[in-house]
């Protein structure tokens, strides 16, 4: 393990008595982000670490560094981060310890060779170095590797290792350089928010008081939280490597060997010294000091638990033959902390004024710097420069517990190296939310997801005993149910949850208006309904709204169900005083109705005239339906004629019986969720999360023929450069000759060269074709312009659509 560094930075030297930020703990996270503020211009910002730098998870991590991950825009960050390091070495003048090595991730069966091709794919439009090598090419670059286990190996140049402790002390450094300061042996003992909005920093040393406050308190973030009365559903879990002795082989060896990981086997390995590290995330993860970390926790190891990483180990030794008979030096046990999803937390905490977290990183020196970049955009310029949302805090909402995120953390660590295929839902931390019709749904043959932590139907079976799935990249037995629901849907009736989109009630003095300069959009009349997009500064999406006026300065908007805490506090930042908002997200359920036979229906159930002339497309009512009080909107996202009905949560098993009622002899079906997807892809229909996210703007989505130029809204001057100037990217819709479906991020391919990527797609059940959404550059975004998909390794072709295969004119929703 890395030599620790001990310096005492600060001590002695006075704590200022204001900042315009204060970062607490000084671990490799804290530290980054101070370096970036500073660079950035923040030079008045202050960090308080309450022991030594390093002194939680930081100084015992196993530093090995990689740019792969799940989500594409954080293996960007992790590109940056290791793109870093010559930067604050030299800046530092502190040694960060790299070794540039290149990497492996190995491949022993069908499953993660399919993954890997998948992550190559990704890596062609990223423009990562990644390229698959031979099995004779790993044992020459790795000879104590065997490689007979092995089915494939995709090469990274940009992995390797550094030392930990010397990176974070660098990041200090280098902050310290641009006029940053960090003052050690200085705990936070409170945060307290005056009514001027600031924070007082209480610690031994005096009170600091700062217009912003940033918790990366690491392992004591939880702690961190509570003293402004935060739960943050992070978790640390206890973590294995072994550090053997001098290795022959290694000794011999001419140049430092590749790092690595072996999926399967659930193992990270490099070299350290002449001997190797190699660690473990075991099936059964161990959290710990669930209750809260000790303040007097410091530089110190747990206890090592072997036996328990016995079967991890014994595989490694069989991989790495030579592992068995090296010594082990020494058996690191340490806790680091994850999050509910192993991805970070990070950003303004919404519902708080100035409080801001990135916790719950749980590959500090992978990520360090590309959370401590986003921060200090999102800080000084209000927006990220690139969408974040998988780190973004707002994704767990106050329903997350300290409960549910143990829960969760702990499957998340267990799950660092096991697949999850894009047809899962993971087992762990269910039912954390549900609502009136769960078990009614379930008893329907409902095969259940999880979105914001609320169940919801995924498609339906004919059974409970009949809602299976294998987890599978490719098509699987839901598809046939599938298309039965789109069938319902297209010819004659069903009905979905609607519980599952936010819904912001917007009312008082002023609320029209602050539409208006809010959302892009027109915003409608009594009555009616909007399509609007939202809009930051920067002219990137933020939202795709549907806006419901119920009287006058009297608003429901609807929206991703996901994003509710983030619009909530997008809302905060601008809302005036006599504007009201409130997130009703759980206040109002429902179910939407769908197909040809949707108003015969719902006619049977309500006393309102329904009719084409009395309830036009796009209108809203308040009235009762199935003998409930309801909203009731006449549109759909399935792009038939439909309708939502809203009730609150305590009518909605009612309004369910009666639409089931009344739907008997018109063969009504309920349907789920991969339905919508399908049906609305056939209609070119991008979704919130897939094809609009502030990756990209109104322009490049066509989300722009919602705009409202004849007013000024946020977004608009930037967006009328899009507009005027042209964009690189455009959203199309494609039909993909391909038996196997797209799912997400594959790239799309001409001549060879990446210009674009998937963005969503499946199987398009009514018009019998395999579709797929992507941005593309602009020259390949003509309808009838043939390109390449490639879906795990395979090419396919594919071909711009120039019109919506499904009712290009709109008829039938507008019938
Ligand atoms: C065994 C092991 C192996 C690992 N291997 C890798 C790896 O190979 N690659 C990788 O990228 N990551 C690895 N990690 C993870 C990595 O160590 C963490 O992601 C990283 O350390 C998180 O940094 P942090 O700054 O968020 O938290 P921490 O390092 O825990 O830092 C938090 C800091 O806040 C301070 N603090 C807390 N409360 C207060 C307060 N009230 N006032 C002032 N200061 C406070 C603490 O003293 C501490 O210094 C490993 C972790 C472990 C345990």
């Known amino acids: 393990m890395p030599e620790v560094i001990k310096e005492a930075t600060s001590t002695g030297k006075q704590l200022p008595s204001h900042a315009k930020v204060v970062i607490i703990g000084g671990g490799v996270v804290g530290c980054s982000i101070l370096f970036h503020l500073a660079k950035f211009g923040w030079k008045d910002a202050v960090l308080l670490e309450r022991d030594e730098l390093t002194s939680g998870s930081s100084w015992h991590a196993a530093g090995q560094i990689h740019t792969i991950s799940s989500d594409p825009n954080i293996s960007r960050l992790q590109s940056y981060t290791i793109g870093l390091y010559k930067e604050i070495e030299e800046l530092s003048g502190q040694s960060v310890g790299l070794h540039m090595t290149g990497g492996f991730y190995l491949a022993s069966n069908k499953t993660w060779y399919d993954y890997l091709k998948r992550e190559r794919s990704k890596a062609r439009y990223m423009g990562l170095q990644q390229e698959f090598i031979s099995l004779q090419e790993v044992a020459e670059r790795h000879p104590l590797i065997d490689p007979k286990h092995y089915l494939a190996a995709l090469w990274d140049d940009q992995d390797g290792d550094l030392d930990p402790s010397g990176t974070t002390y660098a990041f200090a450094k280098a902050a310290r350089h641009y006029g940053a300061q960090y003052f050690?042996?200085?705990?936070?003992?409170?945060t307290t928010q005056r009514a001027d909005g600031t924070w007082d920093v209480t610690t031994p040393n005096g009170t600091i008081n700062a217009e912003y406050i940033v918790?990366?308190?690491?392992?004591?973030?939880?702690?961190?939280?509570?003293?402004s009365g935060l739960n943050f559903p992070v978790q640390p879990m206890e973590h294995h490597y072994l550090l053997t002795e001098g290795i022959d082989e290694i000794v011999n060896h001419p140049t430092r060997l590749p790092c690595g990981i072996d999926y399967e086997a659930n193992l990270y390995f490099r070299q350290e010294r002449d001997g190797m590290l190699l660690g473990t995330y075991e099936p059964v993860g161990v959290p710990w000091k669930v209750e809260g970390t000790p303040w007097d926790f410091g530089h110190e190891l747990l206890n090592p638990n072997l036996e328990h990483i016995a079967d991890r180990l014994e595989l490694g030794f069989e991989r790495i033959p030579a592992l068995a008979n090296a010594g082990i030096r020494q058996a690191v046990n340490g806790p680091f902390t994850f999050g509910p999803d192993g991805n970070p937390m990070i950003g303004p905490v919404p519902g708080m004024h100035n409080y801001w977290c990135a916790v719950g990183v749980m590959a500090g020196f992978c990520q360090g710097g590309g959370v401590g970049l986003t921060m200090a955009e999102w800080m000084i310029d209000g927006e990220p420069s690139i969408d974040v949302w998988a780190m973004d805090v707002a994704r767990f909402g106050s329903w997350a517990s300290p409960d549910w995120g143990t829960v969760k953390s702990t499957e998340n660590?267990?799950?660092?190296?096991?697949?999850?295929?894009?047809?899962?839902?993971?087992?762990k931390g269910r039912r954390q939310q549900t609502t009136a019709l769960y078990d009614r749904l379930i008893a329907r043959g409902a095969r259940m997801g999880q979105s914001f932590g609320l169940e919801h139907a995924l498609w339906f079976a004919d059974s409970p005993e009949d809602a299976w799935e294998d987890p599978t990249f490719e098509r699987n037995r839901s598809h046939d149910y599938v298309a039965r629901e789109c069938d319902a849907v297209r010819n004659g009736v069903g009905g979905i949850e609607l519980a599952n989109f936010a819904k912001h009630s917007i009312t008082g003095p002023g609320a029209r208006d602050w539409l208006n300069r809010t959302m892009a959009g027109h915003i409608p009349k009594p009555g009616r309904l909007t399509l609007t997009p939202m809009l930051t500064e920067k002219g990137r999406l933020y939202g795709d709204l549907t806006v419901a006026c119920l009287g006058d300065e009297d608003f429901m908007l609807f929206g991703s169900g996901a994003m509710q805490d983030a619009h909530s506090r997008f809302f905060a930042r601008t809302l005036p005083d006599t504007v009201r908002h409130e997130n009703q997200t759980g206040g109002w359920h429902?179910?939407?109705?769908?197909?040809?036979?949707?108003r015969e229906l719902l006619q049977r159930i309500t006393r309102l005239d329904v009719s084409a002339d009395a309830l036009k497309f796009r209108d809203t009512r308040r009235t009762f339906v199935g003998g409930v009080p309801v909203i009731l909107n006449r549109l759909s996202f399935s792009g038939e004629l439909g309708f939502e009905i809203y009730c609150r949560p305590q009518f909605l098993l009612l309004l369910s019986e009666a639409i089931e009622e009344a739907g008997a002899d018109l063969d009504y079906r309920w349907y789920g969720a991969r339905t919508l997807?399908?049906?609305?892809?056939?209609?070119?229909?991008?979704?919130?999360?897939?094809?609009?996210?502030?990756?990209f703007n109104a322009v490049e989505s066509g989300m722009d023929v919602f705009i409202n130029w004849n007013k000024d809204f946020v977004g608009k001057e930037a967006t009328a450069r899009f507009r005027d100037e042209g964009v690189e990217r455009k959203l199309v819709t494609l039909t993909v000759d391909t038996p196997m479906d797209v799912t997400l991020d594959e790239a799309v391919l001409v001549n060879d060269a990446a210009v674009g990527y998937i963005t969503s797609g499946g199987y398009a059940h009514h018009v019998g074709k395999s579709m797929a959404m992507a941005y593309v550059a602009s020259e390949h975004a003509a309808a009838g312009t043939m390109v390449n998909v490639e879906i795990m390794g395979e090419i396919y072709p594919a071909e711009v659509q120039g019109a919506p295969l499904y009712d290009p004119n709109g008829g039938r929703m507008r019938s």
């Open 590 to 598: 429902g179910i939407g109705l769908a197909g040809p036979q949707s």
């Open 215 to 227: 918790n990366c308190g690491g392992l004591w973030a939880r702690e961190v939280g509570h003293m």
């Open 413 to 427: 660590y267990e799950r660092r190296f096991v697949m999850t295929f894009p047809n899962e839902t993971l087992p």
């Open 677 to 695: 997807m399908s049906l609305r892809l056939e209609k070119g229909w991008g979704a919130w999360g897939l094809e609009f996210r502030p990756d």
């Open 184 to 190: 050690t042996h200085t705990p936070a003992t409170a």
